[in-house]
């Protein structure tokens, strides 16, 4: 779904020593002699993660919770430092206890991104940005993933339009925008190459965060068009009927994924079996449909070669 800028690069040196820092930095906290100018807020949710620790061990999942509160009221006093030790904390225990791919984790980093760019260091940003829309695509139908998609698009856009004021953005040789789809140099080519992969991915990241909004929404199903006899059509009604056609399979196709997507969700959320089996029930028919819709043009009008693309 989002995987237009991940590149199989490995992590900058930069993103190495933050990381170690990180887990330095928060072996401190964890010690009574913390901060004594840190605020009531902070003091409170320290002293918290300390008696969960002492109780259940350092990588307790109830531990997560307090971190990500800390995050943020360092966050708020703008201690990028502080703030990235502890939600990247919480990321290491969220990894122990729910695997490599949660949404967890993707809300940890979405937090860890917007902390490095604060404090200026955009290429631990770009590598954490990189690995969020890994994750990201490991989610592509959860509505939470939708404000991260329309940050990201916007931040796009902010590169784009300040390439085109005539600044030189590091974000352009980040993302290898000269030449996005090989593996030329990175720090040189063409202008219009840029301007043009920077739109698209903006393009489909709004697009995908529509998509989500959509389905979450409700699946639209789509008539079945009327297939005369080819005999009874000119060509001018052949090709009428061959556009119905080919936007009843699109529309089909997407109503399909959306029942899909619908069901996954579902079933990620432990739902009942009353509310799965009628989301694969309809799958199941929709998809019956389509293939009889293909039959009946093949049979009375010709070829299908170019709507077969539409079935799941």
């Known amino acids: 779904m989002v995987s237009l800028e991940i590149r199989q690069t490995s992590k900058t040196a930069a993103t190495m020593v933050m990381l170690a820092a990180v887990a330095v930095s928060f072996s401190a906290l964890s010690q009574p002699e913390f901060d004594l100018a840190a605020t009531d807020a902070q003091r409170q949710t320290v002293e918290k993660i300390?008696?969960?620790?002492?109780?259940?061990?350092?990588?307790?999942?109830?531990?997560i919770e307090p971190l990500t509160v800390l995050g943020l009221l360092y966050e708020e006093d703008e201690d990028h430092y502080l703030t990235s030790a502890a939600f990247e904390r919480a990321r290491q225990i969220v990894r122990v206890n729910y695997g490599f791919s949660s949404i967890e984790e993707v809300l940890l980093l979405w937090h860890l991104v917007r902390t490095e760019e604060a404090r200026g260091s955009v290429e631990v940003a770009w590598d954490l940005e990189q690995e969020l829309l890994k994750l990201v695509g490991r989610h592509p139908n959860d509505l939470r993933m939708v404000p991260i998609l329309r940050e990201i698009a916007d931040k796009r856009t902010d590169i784009l339009e300040r390439y085109l004021a005539g600044e030189f953005p590091p974000q352009i040789v980040l993302g290898c925008y000269y030449h996005f789809f090989g593996k030329q140099n990175c720090h040189s080519g063409s202008r219009r190459n840029v301007i043009s992969s920077l739109s698209m991915v903006v393009r489909r990241y709004r697009s995908d965060a529509l998509r989500i909004e959509r389905w979450a929404h409700g699946c639209e199903r789509w008539p079945v068009p009327e297939i005369p006899h080819k005999k009874e059509l000119s060509r001018p009604?052949?090709?009428?009927?061959?556009?119905?056609?080919?936007?009843?399979?699109?529309?089909?196709?997407?109503y399909v994924r959306?029942?899909?997507a619908q069901y996954e969700t579902a079933a990620n959320t432990n739902a009942p079996a009353s509310r799965l089996s009628p989301l694969d029930s309809e799958n199941r028919v929709a998809v019956a449909e389509m293939e009889e819709v293909l039959a009946t043009f093949k049979e009375r009008v010709g070829s299908t070669y170019f709507l077969e693309g539409y079935l799941p």
């Open 50 to 63: 300390q008696e969960i620790q002492s109780q259940d061990g350092p990588n307790s999942a109830d531990l």
């Open 258 to 260: 959306c029942l899909q």
């Open 237 to 254: 009604e052949e090709r009428l009927i061959e556009r119905d056609v080919r936007l009843y399979m699109w529309r089909m196709s997407d």
